[in-house]
């Protein structure tokens, strides 16, 4: 199967078991329930879930394993999203062409929905289905994600994020923000399903989770490149927010044929770590390519 | 020892404990940490600690145990208090005599730090020390955490107290909301305790939750009847808060003596719970009695 049909049928899956694990949800606070449902499955572009899946499939896990970590992964993600487009935030309206959370609904609700969509993560992370051996390891799941998501993660890089706008940072200080705020996240759908391969060696766990790391950061400064030269129509959101908002971004830092480099770098660098895995690799390189040479 | 001073002992244990867990995080984003460090240590009452800690001496529960169950709990508090103090959601500006984290850091660094805080009880409940025995039980200890935390339990109950500010709504309903909003998180201090005792039987455990429950309400209905009667200077917060902002309260639906008369049996009930428990109850009889007759 080509990567793009496999992508869609992993999309169409995720939405149809996101929208069943909210809808099953008791109906005490309804209108919290709704903005939940509308963060979830509002057209995200899944590439975490299409990580975790080639992965697990590269690696044989079961997959109910990879459908509890890619709907825990998608919640988190979800939730940083709704609290990012925040107005005290970066105070955006728009996000896939559609109202974000907050002027869909209003703000508290917005809050709120964030709040309960990370809680929910981890409730998924411990109840939903997994095979036996995944059993035995939620605690260690739930670190893992926790701490990608935690202070040590998502959220340090978001404020960092936040600190540094209108100010000019250098490259290593952008790199160490992304790695925590895009970076950590993606890293972990391949630690999650490294921790429920019984047989991964340390050494290959390792070059895996360097690949993720790096295809996180290409994934960043594909974002930057494209927030200058994709139109508002393909983005789904403002064309040049970041620089409207004083963000610090690749191109700004190395002019638009410097950050390009840097892309082709990281995109041979990320090749490289998957280089000697004794696995067939083929939809990571490909899933890489995507990567690098989206539109949107 | 008498319970005043085992409970200004467990205040200052919990403290020191939850200042060394944030001191230890790294310094990627110090203004977050500092946030989220003000968040957790500004001068709670620790109510929750000491219920997890008394319940836990009860039945024999590990000390170990005890601390990080209790540190978990109290970042879940001190992010469920963050964010509710938010302009969007009570808008208040002091919390316990102290401004509140967007009033003290900003909106922004608040939003994030109740965020980083809500992950870092997972983490806690993950990875800081436990005994062998509880060691096996993470995994549910974070389910029934993050379901007293989420959409079933406090996010459900703030979102009905947002979606009810305003309008009268029937006692039941006042009652369904403050099971969510405040039980279920007092519940889950004596559910968490339960999950590592080996030895507690399902019906003594069914007692306990049955009393956390009953003094959950009664908590909130004296918190009610002090917004009204208490001075701001006892409560740290501006008397008659409540009622400015339009909340259904206990004396509000059912008047002043009606609230007290409430309080009164929910008291009777909390006590009833107990009596049979194969256990020495006296410090949770000790433990009631405290909650119904606090003065702020």
Redesign the interface.
Known sequence: MQLASLHEHIKRRIDTELEQAINQ??D??T???QA?LYSLTNGGKRMRPLLVHLTGNMLDIPETDQRTISMAIECIHA?SLV?DD?P??DDDELRRGKPTCHIAF????A??A???L???A??L???HPMSDYANQH???L??TL??A????GM??G???D??TTGDAIGVAELK?LHQ?KTGALLTACVEMICLVSPDITTTHQRALCQFAQTIGLAFQVQDDILDITASTETLGKPNGSDVAQGKNTFPSLLGLEGAKQELAKLHHEALQALHGLPYNTQYLIAFTDLMVSRNH
């Open positions: 949800l008791p005490t606070a209108r919290l329930k939940m939730y609290h925040l005290a935030m209003d703000e508290a609700t809050i709120l964030g709040d309960a990370q809680t929910q981890f409730t992370l411990c109840e939620r605690a260690r739930v670190a926790a701490r998501a935690g202070y040590q959220c340090g978001q404020a960092i936040l600190a160490q925590l």
